[in-house]
């Protein structure tokens, strides 16, 4: 009898055995996750896919501005005429594998076209929120450049910027996603001037001859700076002119220069001498967020 019980138990353990070895483990699960492909992907600046913002990789911008529509355009006024400009923004694929990835334009300005081209503007095509976008495929650990086009209509207000939102969307897994800011501005440099009266006599009621007046010409370059790698906007030799006999100046005729005119960049200046009648400031480099202050003296006749 124990020996029959003996042989049942063993039997069944053997039995217990043979089932457990057909039923799923955690093992090979995790064997098969491991062999399917990750996403991961960067989009950002032209040459700097990883690109920080003022926050993350996912606010990274490159920043450019319009230029015939807002010549001789005052300060407040609207731009005169449609203009296009061009962005540059590189696709990094960080994933296990190749990719496809989906480019897009979820966010962008109203009334703005805007068109993608992944064969260095020989074909561009037009993206809209509700669109998929433009599917662009990028190898194992390479890299992808493509265009933005960005047509702004006219009526814009000067001195002001306006975002469009890249977003390129992995297709190996939908969820992975990474954003750039193509940003546009309609003019980056504002430039304010102001006249005081200087009375040397000590009456600051008189304005006759004998005082002086200041001027001062503040500018600076509005456009958004933060983060590395983003690409801002610099103005490069930058020309403040002022002439007395150009309208809406009048203080040619009936003002003399005081030599002593200043600028707080160290802006090169010329016409700063007795007689004079204009002067010009030029700015070498002024970036993004960087101001400075321009100013002369004239002396009542």
């Given amino acids: 009898m124990k020996k029959s019980i003996y042989r049942l138990g063993r039997i069944l353990f053997l039995l217990a055995l043979a089932v457990i070895s057909l039923l799923p483990t955690t093992k090979v699960a995790a064997a098969r996750d491991v062999n399917k492909p990750n996403a991961a992907v960067l989009v950002g600046p032209c040459g700097l896919p990883g690109a920080m913002g003022p926050t993350s990789v996912d606010d990274d911008f490159t920043n450019r501005s319009v230029t015939i529509s807002i010549a001789n355009v005052p300060p407040g006024g609207a731009t005169t005429a449609a203009e296009t400009v061009v962005f540059r923004n590189t696709i990094q694929n960080l994933g296990s594998a190749d990719d496809a990835f989906i480019i897009s334009a979820p966010t962008a300005p109203a009334g703005f076209k805007i068109e993608i081209s992944t064969d260095d503007g020989i074909n561009y095509v037009t993206v809209e929120r509700w669109n998929t976008g433009v599917t662009e495929t990028v190898a194992y650990r390479a ?22 939102v890249i977003r390129v969307t992995s297709t190996v897994n939908p969820a992975v996603t990474n954003e750039t800011i193509d940003r546009l501005y309609t003019g980056f440099i504002r430039i304010e001037k102001t006249a005081r009266i200087i009375n040397t006599a000590g009456d600051a009621r008189n304005a006759g001859p004998g005082a002086e007046i200041e001027f001062t010409v503040s500018y600076a370059n509005i456009s958004s700076a933060g983060g590395v790698g983003s690409s801002m906007l610099t103005a490069h030799n930058l020309v403040i002119g002022e002439n ?37 400031n030029m700015v070498i480099m002024l970036e993004a967020g960087q101001s400075g202050v321009f100013k002369f003296r004239r002396k009542i006749k």
């Fill in 244 to 280: 007395g006999f150009a309208a809406p100046n009048n203080w040619g005729a009936t003002t003399d220069h005081v030599v002593g005119a200043s600028d707080t960049r160290g802006g090169i200046i010329i016409g700063d001498a007795v007689g004079s009648s204009s002067l010009t």
């Fill in 143 to 164: 890299a992808a450049t493509f265009l933005v086009r960005v047509t702004a209509p006219a009526g814009l207000k000067v001195l002001t910027g306006f975002d469009t």
